[in-house]
């Protein structure tokens, strides 16, 4: 059985056992199929999953699709009058029942032809079955490209009381100043469907303004997620937004909410909508949302997005040639001028560019203490005019200009973009805290370990999901951390590494050593040095002898946290002298069995 198949038998289970316990409270002879009937439905969902579509996200879908527990219940209780969006998914699952046929017929019947009306193609499916090739194929391009920025499903399974904490700070930060947890607050809200974030998203999604549009996609697409059909009247005129990002989501975002699909259509969506709902109203006047005649064309639109979808069905074919060639240049700061925020680097860049760039195009890195910028151009004119300007500047020196491959895009946007507002120089340039173990590391290791945590920071703090669960949710997060870290989706693995050494997860480290002595080295050997720094911060002796032998890796970052980590474990210092810390360990190993204890560090 794989780890998916287990990860799905366990939510399964427990859902099961909710609905059993939910049916006891009621005295009825058809409890027994009822439950037989879930069963089999929650089979049969798994079994439509393609291998790729095996994700705990998926089956979490699923389980909230079935909806609570205690709806089986009502089905059969006498004196509940079953009511709400949940009708037509628990009766179509009951057809044939015969404890239940009598009302089940009546709703049915019902609820299949209003549906039939409004959705336009017989009874409504499930979403995502409801969307046409473009969206799906949409969606999935999004959920692989801009993974690092979506939805953070680990807390929607927190408590209560702790996603109200979360929801509080979370809503704070979307009133601004701006800040770099910006883009990850619309997702976190999103994960919890907070009801309260409506109307934050709403104006983020709506602002009439032409702006770097990414915020503006994401509420879009939290929207969708949060489930509040009131604002299907706005969300609509998104239909033919200048931004492709946006039109697709509220494409997307339409379909999750009402369940019919009018694909790009904005006018036959708000007939729709008045004629079913009418509540609010949808307004036909067209809003202007750029002052570019040509963006806001809609044959322009049409032909855009049927081009990027061809492109989309050629990759998925396993065609790699693209569509259209994009270019990365990559600049830095001339002495002596010396930005030490990303705003100062994008003025100095905007200063001499003919029309400026927006921070969509644009990235930022720390080298050798300096920033470095990178600009993205899909046009071979725009990087020439980049690089001639570049060439003049007094303030500005290219490092280089090169076709983009599709791998090193999903790299520079998974960084992020800049914080423009925020100095840089407490994240980038501080020195960092000195605790023992860096007292015992020489010079050159500190320095090199510096620089590397200075772009790597982001990935390694605690998670706040994990600060603000219940011990219980905190054991489930890093059950889930866990699976992840043993998966092949590189993001999600990566990140699950991180966070299992984040918290000293001792109960993962066996799954961190075998990450670590994987022969076979995978996107630059990143979850190999991962899984060894995470090993250090948990501080378990079971990890010594793999970190001896990785002292002389190939991989320089290996390399450098197989040293850092055994003195974190040991609390002493060899280098990278490994016949040094061979006889370190014969002589303390049979300490550790002795003492019972696996943290080794020597007084």
Known sequence: MTSESKTWDTLKTEYL????KALSSVKHPRRKDILEDVTSHL??????LEPRQQTWENFQAIITEMGPASDYAELLDPNAAPTGRNVSRKYLLWVGLAAVVVIAAAILLTTAKIEKRTAGEGLRKTFPETLNEAQKLYMNWTETYFTSFLDRNEYANLSDSAKKKLEEKWLKVLQGPWSQKYYHVINCLAAIKSKKAVNPLLKI??????????DRWMATRALGIVGDESIVPELIHLVYHYNQNTRFWAQISLVRLVGANFASDWQAWGQWWNKEKDSPPFSSQKITWTSRADWSNQKFQEEKDKAFIEHLKQEKNGIQKPSVETYIVNFKPVSPFEPRTARELLNAFNENHPRGVRTHH??????????????????KAGKEVIVNMLNESRKLALISAKPAAQRELEKLYAMGQPSLREAHAERYFADLPISRYYELLDGET?????NHER?????????????AAAQGEKKAMIEQWMIEAKSNNFDKKTRAIAALGNVAAKEAVEILIEIAKEPKPVQGNRSKWMAVRALGKIGDAAAVPVLIDLLDHYNKDTRLYARVGLCEIAGVYFGDDKQQWRTWWQENQQKQEQIGEKNLVTN
């Open 17 to 20: 056992r909710h609905v059993e």
């Open 205 to 214: 999604a709506t602002e009439h303004r032409e702006k770097d549009n990414r």
């Open 446 to 450: 500190v320095a090199e370990l510096s």
């Open 362 to 379: 644009y990235r930022t890195q720390v080298r050798d203490n300096a920033l470095v910028g990178y600009i993205c151009v899909d046009t």
């Open 455 to 467: 772009w790597t920071d982001g990935w390694f703090k605690v998670e706040e999901a994990y600060e």
């Open 43 to 48: 089979d049969q969902r798994f079994a439509e």
